[in-house]
């Protein structure tokens, strides 16, 4: 690649303070309201993970209304809606822009604790994650039909409501969405939940392990002393998590906090006066230097294993049984602070007068990043806490800043000129 800027080789910055971006932007400050309400009514509709088809069905009837998309859903639940330059503008065929906002929440909103909204405070399950994203994303596919927008489309952009991207759903919304999409994207940004200045561009890896032990059972007195799952894995656990020695201790030190490993369930037995024959118990282990991921599976495998035997008699006829199965792995990835992605996230964070800040976190964006796509995650404005939680809060006071961040550099990447390297 020659280095001369005149060159139609040289890399393209997207320009996220072009004036033309201005009155788009404008048109979009007193709809915030309104944008708040689509989010709260998007947020009522319950999709926890695995369900997400009712909510999927008012994002697309919303899309759906929008005269300059071709909008569809596919195979796994996604909903996508494409905005395509118009003959003679752009290019049909340059590499596209891809924005996902997740469907999914971790808990929903139940008639016990249901999503409540006061002014511009709302609360409940799933409001901010991923309601706020979801709103953003209908709101940009309606900027995309701006005449202002229109006229400069240099390449398609695609707007994907994905499925399964929280816990269980282990991302397999965007993971099928990408298989289908072999063809390079130009550029991938997740939106996801409120905020207006951190930029996600280290996306943070995950291994979700189940560590099961089984045995013979027994009567709790007449077998006394029989191997029991749940003591066994009380002792696995506090041996992994022990504060000075154990596995989460040396993590911690080895990596100064950028990992973590956390115990999140705990099951077993089946009755209250027996020995159980079932127990296990799930560790969420999270980094951002993946080669970490196996070495702890390796390390809890061989922990598990070792506390079974220690716990089962000698002659081994009822030993207990250990299995380690995964139940979801987040590949890693990230793209460079000086990578031109994200510089124009944060010209455009500076552009609304925020402090751009580098973030790692796990995304929609993982899956790009890990196939080698430049791709970060951003908040869409507001401001919110208690996120996988049913007291999850959201307040709209400001929410138009990263609102206006987020469409100007979604305008600004669907219109930049393309260069060769498109
Ligand atoms: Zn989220």
Redesign the pocket.
């Known amino acids: 690649m020659r280095s001369s800027p005149e060159s139609d080789a040289a890399p393209v910055i997207a320009r996220p303070t072009a004036p033309w971006l201005t009155p788009l932007c404008d048109a979009w400050r007193p709809r915030q309201r309104a944008l708040l309400a689509q989010q709260v009514q998007l947020a009522r509709i319950a999709a926890p993970t695995g369900n997400e088809a009712a909510r999927g069905d008012a994002v697309l009837r919303r899309l759906a209304r929008l005269p300059h998309l071709t909008v569809g859903r596919d195979h796994v639940g996604n909903v996508w809606a494409t905005a395509t330059p118009a003959a003679g503008h752009g290019r049909p065929h340059a590499a596209p822009l891809a924005c996902f906002a997740?469907l999914d929440?971790v808990l929903a909103p139940s008639p016990d604790a249901p999503i409540r909204c006061d002014g511009v405070l709302a609360q409940g399950a799933g409001i901010g994650?991923?309601g706020r994203?979801l709103a953003a994303l209908v709101a940009l596919a309606h900027a995309l039909g701006d005449p202002s927008v229109q006229a400069r489309l240099t390449r398609p952009v695609h707007l994907v409501a994905t499925v399964g991207?929280?816990g269980e759903g282990d991302l397999r919304g965007v993971r099928a969405w990408c298989d289908a999409h072999p063809a390079p994207l130009h550029a991938a940004i997740a939106i996801?939940?409120p905020g207006d200045e951190h930029i996600v561009h280290q996306a943070v890896g995950s291994l979700r392990l189940r560590i099961a032990m089984h045995g013979r059972g027994g009567h709790s007195w007449a077998h006394a002393g029989a191997p029991n799952p749940l003591h066994a894995l009380s002792t696995f656990v506090a041996q992994a998590t022990a504060r000075d020695r154990g596995i989460l201790a040396s993590l911690a030190r080895s990596t100064r906090g950028r990992a973590a490993l956390t115990v999140t369930r705990m099951h077993g037995g089946e009755s209250l006066t027996g020995i159980p024959m079932h127990a296990h118990v799930d560790i969420d282990c999270r980094a951002v230097d993946t080669t970490l991921l196996p070495r702890l599976e390796q390390a809890l495998t061989h922990l598990a294993h070792a506390v079974a035997a220690a716990e089962s008699p000698d002659n081994g006829l009822s030993a207990l049984r250990v299995d380690v199965v995964r139940l979801g792995h987040r590949p890693a990835g990230g793209i460079d602070v000086a990578h031109p992605l994200v510089a124009a996230a944060q010209h455009a964070t500076a552009a609304v007068g925020r402090t751009p800040r580098s973030a790692a976190a796990s995304?929609?964006a993982n899956v790009p990043l890990a196939r080698g796509i430049p791709a970060i995650a951003l908040g869409a404005g507001g401001r919110g806490g208690g996120?996988h939680t049913a007291a999850e809060w959201y307040d709209d006071s400001e929410s138009h800043v990263g609102f206006e961040r987020l469409l100007r550099l979604v305008a600004s990447l669907a219109t930049q000129p393309i260069g060769r390297d498109a």
Request: charged content about 40%; proline content about 0%; cysteine-free.
């Open positions: 997740h929440s994650d991923n994203g991207e929280e996801d939940g995304s929609d996120a």
